[in-house]
């Protein structure tokens, strides 16, 4: 079975992110530098696939959802690609509908949410595998009813999904004026619970964004959370669409300086995921280039891709291998270590002895991104026990 490899992070042991930011810049910069890209992705129907949030097919390739419009009513659609730049499309998922986000859920299935016409509000579906997908076989739906907007709510994007629970991050239309940036969770598709997010807001105030501040997308990269989300500066010019990168642990933002072959200036919808492609750990962007600040050959939907050749760097590996795995990296270490493990526990008990059976660190996991400090501990053997897996032995080095 695939399973998804977590990193878990560790209660106050968070480390500065900054260098991680730095390097999150260089492989979402320059398009100019991709190993693949593609401007204004079209499907095999010639249709533009605006919007698109890719996530890996477990049977090999690339599983796409993004919306298309014809005759002005949007559908959402999921196309599948073998080599990331032929797209074919699988089924239409739902109409009158735009703005989607896809994820696989804890359990093995797949949830999509999207912006549903008419009363703009969010719509969520939980398939329970991938033939149900690709047949649009929802096991679950929900409407989801506005509730911080009398005008729309929309462009979700997906932070956890399980068929229990679901946590879906989107626009609310403040004051039917601009979008804003708010957070909520589905239970069991029948309760929904939600809140602004006034943080989000304000790193992009900061910045001079006096217009819409939508779409958004949220990853682990290098051991931390970092998301990226578009912000307009002037309120209806689409040519004043950017993109940012945020940073959860310190709840900043600041802009990304995406340079295309041909000198583009607007993006707008960005995704970040992360994946294995041919055996190598990459980062995969898709950032919508409205025409009104795109260059020549260049608006539409641009995908592309970064090969990572640091695996550590990378906090989502598609790997099989038997439940509860845990790794341990890097190994040996010297301040730190990682935990990667595929559990579905949202916390865990660990504890690090040494030789001697002697406790050294003891803690609560919470699933998420961060890394376990070892700097106080001398060169040498210990061991994890972390609840519910197997003791795994890590090394200390300290260069004396």
């Given amino acids: ?3 998804l490899l977590l990193i878990c992070s560790i209660s106050n042991s968070q480390t500065l992110s900054d260098s991680s930011r730095a390097k999150l810049h260089g492989f979402l910069d320059s398009v100019q530098t991709a190993d693949v890209y593609q401007y ?3 499907d095999n129907l010639d249709q533009s696939m605006d919007c698109a949030k890719i996530i890996a097919n477990p049977n090999g390739g690339f599983i796409a959802v993004y919306h298309h419009y014809s005759s002005s009513q949007p559908q959402v659609f999921l196309a599948t690609s073998s080599d990331f730049l032929t797209w074919n499309i699988e089924v239409v998922l739902a109409s009158n509908a735009s703005q989607p986000a896809i994820a696989e859920s804890v359990d093995g299935g797949y949830v999509v949410a999207w912006e549903q016409e008419p009363s703009n ?4 579906a939980y398939y329970s595998d991938l033939a149900n997908l690709f047949t649009s076989n929802a096991a679950a739906t929900y409407d989801i009813d506005r509730t911080l907007s009398d005008c729309a709510e929309g462009t979700p994007n997906i932070y956890y999904a399980s068929n229990a629970e679901i946590n879906i991050g989107f626009h ?3 004051n039917c004026t601009v979008d804003r940036q708010a957070r909520g969770i589905l239970s069991n598709f029948n309760s929904w619970n939600c809140e602004t997010l006034s943080n989000f807001d ?3 105030l900061y910045w001079g964004v006096a217009g819409n501040i939508g779409d958004r997308d949220a990853f682990v990269y290098d051991g931390y959370d970092f998301g990226v989300i578009e912000g307009q500066y002037i309120n209806g010019d689409f040519g004043s669409w950017r993109s940012f990168i945020f940073d959860y642990q310190t709840n900043n933002a600041e802009p990304l300086d995406i340079v295309t072959h041909n000198g583009s200036t607007a993006f707008a919808n960005p995704t970040v995921s992360m994946m294995e492609i041919d055996e190598r750990l990459a980062i995969v962007t898709t950032l919508f280039l409205p025409s009104e600040g795109a260059a020549n050959g260049e608006a539409g939907e641009l995908m592309y891709y970064r090969f990572l050749e640091d695996e550590s760097t990378l906090e989502v ?10 790794k341990i990296f890097p190994n040996p270490a010297n301040d730190l270590i990682r935990i990667a493990t595929n559990t579905n526990a949202p916390t865990l008990k660990y504890i690090i002895i040494d030789v001697l059976g002697i406790k050294q660190l003891e803690g609560i996991i ?3 991104s961060c890394e376990i400090n070892t700097s106080h501990l001398v060169s040498g053997t210990f061991f994890l026990q972390l609840e519910g897996h197997k003791t795994e032995a890590f090394e200390v080095l300290r260069n004396e």
Wanted: glycine share 4%; charged share 30%.
């Fill in 1 to 3: 079975m695939v399973l």
């Fill in 40 to 42: 204004d992705t079209k």
């Fill in 121 to 124: 509000h969010l719509k969520v």
């Fill in 172 to 174: 609310y239309f403040q």
């Fill in 202 to 204: 304000n790193s992009l």
């Fill in 317 to 326: 590996r598609v790997i099989k291998e038997e439940a509860n795995t845990l």
């Fill in 366 to 368: 919470e699933i998420g």
